[in-house]
């Protein structure tokens, strides 16, 4: 049986799930904020013919039974959501954290095949190790600085004469419960530069800014390669980020990579131990393909749906082969 292991608000699981459904494949869905308050986990161990690793869900019929597991794709799980009438706030993140324990211990106790493993998504996630990898590739980087430095930051801004952005390190997003914020990539500029010590609060990515024609999503699932090329209109002047924009002002297109470029993607998702990626990439003005990041767990849906990219079918397979054989 598949597993998906994702949240209740998360879209691009029910492709994945209408395209399980298609082929009758069995399957079950995890979404991590439904437990513990619509269901009961159970894990036994002692006599082997006795051990059970089950979660009975009080609104399905039959347990999420995690022995009859034989792939997985994980993809975006979230903290547990308690029971409300816990107000105590230490106490709220105890029974979040205890919860969710348990289920990363349900799902790490598995032997099957991962889109991708846990373990390998969370350490891809760092910018630092997937750049270094990516130079090791022989990706064409801008030239880059992480720092919370504010005299490095400066000295940068005026070693780059076409100008250098910012973007967060870590998240993207300032999760405050009243007023949540998106972070993007922004243009820094010389009226910045007297705030620079604001740098000191927290490290961020420093990139020289790239003279682009275009951007390019290439979306990776085992050895399949999906290529889409990404314009936009327009945006404000000091936000060079695609992402900022209303999809309605954005125009996809299919996009041939080369071959080494191709090659390099797919060298970097064997390298960090991912069986999936969504990478971004962007073409210059010379001609050269450049590396900005992978999301070792992006999204994908809407590329299927504008560009009928068979991504969700290319999944699928994926975990069929492995049930398959296993």
Not at 5 to 31: G, H, M, Y
Not at 75 to 94: H, S, Y
Not at 96 to 104: A, G, P, Q, T, V
Not at 147 to 170: M, R, S
Request: aromatic fraction near 10%.
């Amino acid at each position: 049986m598949v597993l998906i292991i994702s949240n209740t608000q998360d879209l691009t699981s029910d492709f994945v799930v209408r395209e399980l459904k298609r082929r009758n494949l069995p399957f079950a869905r995890l979404n991590t904020d439904e437990f513990p308050t619509k269901g009961y986990g159970l894990a036994t161990f002692g006599h082997p013919e006795e051990s059970q690793r089950v979660i009975h869900f009080v609104n399905r019929d039959v347990p999420l039974d995690f022995d009859h597991i034989t792939a997985v794709l994980y993809r975006r799980p979230v903290t547990p959501i308690v029971d409300l009438k816990i107000k105590d706030v230490p106490t709220k993140r105890f029974c979040e954290d205890e919860s969710y324990d348990f289920l990363r211990g349900l799902w790490y106790s598995l032997d099957c095949h991962w889109i991708s493993d846990p373990l390998a998504i969370r350490k891809s996630e760092h910018k630092i190790y997937q750049l270094k990898v990516a130079q090791s590739l022989s990706f064409n980087i801008p030239k880059t600085v992480i720092t919370n430095d504010p005299v490095q930051v400066e000295n940068f801004f005026h070693a780059c004469p076409n100008g250098i952005i910012i973007k967060p390190l870590y998240l993207g997003f300032i999760n405050d419960p009243e007023k949540p914020q998106n972070i993007f990539t922004n243009l820094v500029t010389e009226e910045d530069l007297n705030d620079i010590d604001s740098v000191r609060i927290a490290p961020s990515i420093f990139q020289e800014k790239i003279n682009k024609k275009f951007d390019i999503r290439v979306t990776i699932v085992g050895d399949r390669v999906f290529a889409a090329k990404i314009e936009v209109d327009e945006l404000p002047p000091n936000i060079p980020d695609w992402r900022f924009a209303p999809i309605e002002k954005l125009r996809h297109s299919n996009y041939d990579l080369p071959l080494d470029v191709e090659k390099s993607c797919l060298d970097l998702i064997e390298c960090l131990g991912l069986d999936f990626g969504a990478i971004d990439l962007a073409l210059d003005h010379n001609g050269n393909h450049i590396f900005f990041e992978i999301n070792p767990n992006g999204q994908w849906a809407w590329l299927e749906t504008i560009l009928q990219l068979p991504i969700s079918k290319a999944i699928v397979d994926r975990l069929q082969n492995h049930e398959i054989l296993s």
